[in-house]
């Protein structure tokens, strides 16, 4: 299992992001898959989580409304694209998957400041 994510980098507040993560490795249609992050100093936490044909999907309650998690089975990938950023969203953000164990990608940086 591989999980490669990109699109972070350095935004100003209310600004966008849009993060991939291309997965490969696994049959990527049939697992639901999640955005997490962690900030420097805390937790690991859930972002977003979408079922495996994208019907359902989930999110933290900080990020309900600016945040949205799709998929392109076609092409192996999920993503998160993140509207109206805010200064506390600024975090290491990576890519999971639950296939007999936690697959996780390397992560990548979002850092929302002026």
């Known amino acids: 299992v591989q999980l490669v994510e990109s699109g972070g980098g350095l935004v100003q507040p209310g600004g966008s992001l849009r993060l991939s993560c291309a997965a490969s490795?696994?049959?990527?249609?049939?697992?639901?898959m999640s955005w997490y992050r962690q900030a420097p100093g805390k937790e690991r936490e859930l972002v977003a989580r979408?079922?495996?044909?994208?019907?359902?999907?989930n999110y933290a309650d900080s990020v309900k409304g600016r945040f949205t998690i799709s998929r392109d089975n076609a092409k192996n990938t999920v993503y998160l694209q993140m509207n109206s950023l805010k200064p506390e969203d600024t975090a290491v953000y990576y890519c999971?998957?639950?296939?007999?164990?936690?697959?996780w990608g390397q992560g990548t940086q979002v850092t929302v400041s002026s």
């Open positions: 490795g696994f049959t990527f249609s049939s697992y639901a």
């Open positions: 979408i079922t495996s044909a994208g019907g359902n999907r």
């Open positions: 999971h998957v639950r296939r007999s164990g936690d697959y």
